[in-house]
């Protein structure tokens, strides 16, 4: 599966972004999707992951409350919706995608977007 993330860009501290992440080549129902963020100097970061069906999510404890990540599978897409954006959520966001069932478990992927640039200035 190929993946396109999108909607990243400059707001202000407090502000509000909604990412895209496209997929094509493959069957989109069939996969979980997350997302992930790199900071400069810093690892990349698990935010959230959103099940194939799209009933269950689950999110880091820093973007807890303030994301939504959520699909539309007739759409093949997976959106994450930041809200009350914090310097510190500035990073390179990425999407990702798995057919795994132990993605709840481990949060690993197999197939990466190649990210969108979120700055959040204060």
């Known amino acids: 599966v190929q993946l396109q993330a999108s909607g990243g860009g400059l707001v202000q501290a407090g502000g509000s972004l909604r990412l895209s992440c496209a997929a094509s080549g493959r069957t989109f129902s069939n996969y979980h999707m997350g997302w992930f963020r790199q900071a400069p100097g810093k690892a990349r970061a698990w935010i959230t992951t959103i099940l194939k069906s799209g009933d269950m999510t689950y999110y880091a404890d820093t973007v807890q409350g303030r994301f939504t990540i959520s699909r539309d599978n007739a759409k093949n897409t997976v959106y994450l919706q930041m809200n009350n954006l914090k310097p510190e959520d500035t990073a390179v966001y990425f999407c990702?995608?798995?057919?795994?069932?132990?993605?709840?478990?481990?949060?690993?992927?197999?197939?990466w977007g190649q990210g969108t640039q979120v700055t959040v200035s204060s």
């Open positions: 990702a995608a798995t057919q795994s069932s132990r993605v709840v478990a481990n949060r690993k992927f197999d197939y």
